[in-house]
């Protein structure tokens, strides 16, 4: 396992962004801090994440992660108070592979992901 590279696939991905909910502490939290440029893309009762404020369609990436200018590196603007769900990234290689994770290297398992998650995961450097 290596450091996050910022290369944005988790935050980009699909699969894993339509599948994602907030869980209550998040929108206590949310409540809280009083963001509700975060709140408006939460849809009750399920909490489900991200459904455009618009629309009400489900947007297939984070709406706050952004590229940098000609680079390829993604900075994620509510990295302090991110979904647990997104703490929790990753949980396992499947999980890595899925997204085609920078982070994993040849020979990873399961247990590397967990070792590296107790160390304090994805955040070694910080998005
Ligand atoms: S967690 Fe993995 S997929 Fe997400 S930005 Fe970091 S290296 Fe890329």
Redesign the pocket.
């Known amino acids: 396992m290596k ?9 980009t ?1 699909p699969h894993f962004m339509l599948t994602m909910l907030a869980t209550v502490e998040d929108v206590g939290r949310w409540y809280l801090q009083e963001r509700w440029d975060i709140l408006q893309y939460v849809e009750a009762p399920l909490l489900d994440l991200w459904i455009s404020p618009t629309t009400g369609d489900e947007i297939a990436r984070c709406p706050f992660v952004r590229k940098r200018r000609g680079q390829d590196i ?1 900075d994620r603007r509510i990295y302090e108070t991110r979904p647990t769900v997104c703490q929790n ?2 949980l396992n290689v499947s999980h ?1 592979k899925a ?6 290297e040849d020979g990873d398992t399961n247990v590397d992901v967990r070792r590296f998650m107790a160390r304090g995961g ?1 955040e070694t ?1 910080q ?1």
């Open positions: 450091a996050c590279t910022q290369c944005g696939r988790c935050c991905n993604y990234y990753p890595m997204v085609d994770c920078d982070m994993l994805t450097n998005k």
